[in-house]
């Protein structure tokens, strides 16, 4: 395992948001563990040194990932791809917002007395 980091300049932001993600889902992970050993009253260094252990583990098994070339070119091709990207502006994405709710309520209301219409008619020929 090589502590050199992979194209060092390159997905400089997916590479760290990544590993700060998993390193995040880790310690929560590592958190439980804790709860769960302190729960079965154990001695207080295995208490803390198991999962302090674990998550040293996975932390290095994290950057290691981050930093494989196959994974690291990837990410580094999907910070790019995201660089390209035309994003919509805030007016844009609030008028396309307020339209899909106003259909959704319409379609909600139409599907609504549809059905109400149609519980009606069955009422009326079943009885």
Same mark, same amino acid.
């Given at each position: 395992?090589? %502590?050199?980091?992979y ?10 948001? #990544?590993?700060?993600?998993l ?8 958190m439980? %563990?804790y ?18 252990i ?11 990932l981050?930093?494989?070339?196959n ?22 994405? #609030?008028?396309? #917002? ?15 007395? #549809?059905?109400l ?11």
């Amino acid at each position: 395992m090589s %502590l050199e980091i992979y194209k060092k300049g390159q997905g400089k932001h997916t590479r760290l948001w #990544t590993g700060l993600m998993l390193a995040a889902v880790c310690g929560l992970g590592c958190m439980q %563990l804790y709860n769960k050993l302190e729960a079965k009253d154990y001695n207080m260094w295995v208490e803390t040194l198991i999962p302090a252990i674990v998550f040293l583990g996975l932390s290095a098994l994290i950057f290691w990932l981050v930093n494989k070339p196959n994974i690291a070119d990837f990410m580094i091709a999907a910070e790019g791809e995201l660089k390209k990207v035309s994003w919509s502006s805030r007016q844009e994405i #609030t008028t396309s #917002t307020i339209i899909v709710i106003v259909v959704v309520i319409l379609m909600a209301a139409l599907l609504g007395a #549809t059905d109400l219409g149609f519980s009606l008619l069955f009422d009326q020929l079943i009885s």
